[in-house]
T-cell receptor, first 116, second 109 residues
Framework: GAVVSQHPSRVICKSGTSVKIECRSL??????MFWYRQFPKQSLMLMAT?????????EQGVEKDKFLINHASLTLSTLTVTSAHPEDSSFYIC????????????FGDGTRLSIL | RKEVEQDPGPFNVPEGATVAFNCTYS??????FFWYRQDCRKEPKLLMS???SGNEDGRFTAQLNRASQYISLLIRDSKLSDSATYLC??????????FGRGTSLIVHP
């Protein structure tokens, strides 16, 4: 089945640090990648949708200057949390989907981000 | 009305029981439907796509009712390992997937 790799799986760092998370589709070309965050016992919240070679589309309330997304190739998207603060601590999950919109998305393992 | 709604549960059932979840959606133009399961502190994993004619995969059966705008998931002969949160995903008409909040299932001995 389709495999999506997300790295790192766990990050603990000081307030003010910028953190970069990578999402790679290992065995298919991901035209579209999605970035989510999930707080404990809450549902997944879509942050942004990125299409290869174009600017990401951010959901309402998500600061694009805070959460920088780059989707430079069909197999790699990155999310950078700039100047992270404790309130940014969350579970960040990426997913990837091939170019047909009726295909399911496949998720990475998630990144648990803790800002001290 | 939320785009995708699910009963959060929890559904607490004994091993061997049959349990069913529904998920309603508001966008009549939706085309793609999926069920995922998410274990605690893990990423969602695709359980099955939902096709117009309904589909079955082992103990799991998914159905789509376009007229009433809901999809369902039936689990037969529940196992302890089925305990998880089941997420309904509906494409938003522009192929941006929308997640339900999930239904929690607890299977006990």
């Amino acid at each position: 089945g389709a495999v999506v790799s997300q790295h790192p799986s766990r990050v603990i760092c000081k307030s003010g640090t910028s953190v970069k998370i990578e999402c790679r589709s290992l065995d298919f070309q991901a035209t579209t990648m999605f970035w989510y965050r999930q707080f404990p016992k809450q549902s997944l919240m879509l942050m942004a949708t990125s299409n290869e070679g174009s600017k990401a589309t951010y959901e309402q309330g998500v600061e694009k200057d805070k959460f920088l997304i780059n989707h430079a190739s069909l197999t790699l998207s990155t999310l950078t949390v700039t100047s992270a603060h404790p309130e940014d601590s969350s579970f960040y999950i990426c997913s990837a989907r091939s170019d047909r919109g009726d295909q399911p998305q496949h998720f990475g393992d998630g990144t648990r981000l803790s800002i001290l | 009305r939320k785009e995708v709604e699910q009963d959060p549960g929890p559904f607490n059932v004994p091993e061997g029981a049959t349990v069913a979840f529904n998920c309603t959606y508001s966008n009549s133009a939706s085309q793609s439907f999926f069920w995922y399961r998410q274990d605690c502190r893990k990423e969602p994993k695709l359980l099955m796509s939902v096709y117009s004619s309904g589909n079955e995969d082992g103990r799991f059966t998914a159905q789509l009712n376009r007229a009433s705008q809901y999809i369902s998931l039936l689990i037969r002969d529940s196992k302890l390992s089925d305990s998880a949160t089941y997420l309904c995903v509906v494409d938003g008409g522009s192929y941006i997937p929308t997640f339900g909040r999930g239904t929690s299932l607890i299977v006990h001995p």
